[in-house]
Structure formats: C-alpha cells, structure tokens
C-alpha cells in the first residue's frame, strides 16, 4: 500500500531533490610558462609549472631544431590566469 501523508507536510517540489549547487572553481595550481632557447634562435617551448613547489626559473637542455642540436632552455615569461 502507498504510503499516507501527514497533514500539514511541507511538499517538496520534484525538481528540488536533485538540484545541486553549483561552487566556485578553484584557481588553477600551475601556470603556463615559456622556455625560450639560449641559443638565440627565437624558438621556443611551452610548459606548465607549479609555482608553489617550483620557485626558481626553469632550465632544460632540449632539442632546437632551428640549430639542431640540444641548446639550454631557459623560462622567460609566465601566464599568470
């Protein structure tokens, strides 16, 4: 048998049940950074740091294929969000 009411029961609306709130989203933790090569020819690497745990400027040795051969990269500009 379906189950009965009490009188005076605040009905809740259908939709209700499953509306969920909707949050602020968080700030990203890393941020985009470019590794520009040393070797002085323009070219350039994108990548994602985490400042946080990462506080000095990034270096790689990495392949610029415009002198191609493994140069020093090193991080000259950050993309703060």
Known sequence: PPRRREKGAERMPPFA???VLMMAKKKPTSIPVKLLSTAGT????MTRKN?????HKL??????P???Q????????SYKR
């Not at 400042?51 to 506080?55: A, E, G, L, S, V």
């Not at 270096?59 to 610029?64: A, I, N, S, T, V």
């Not at 493994?70 to 500009?77: G, L, R, S």
């Open 17 to 19: 049940a499953s509306r």
């Open 42 to 45: 323009g070219f350039f690497y």
């Open 51 to 55: 400042p946080r745990q990462i506080q």
């Open 59 to 64: 270096q790689f040795r990495k392949y610029d």
């Open 66 to 68: 415009v002198v191609q």
């Open 70 to 77: 493994h140069v020093m990269f090193a991080e000259t500009k």
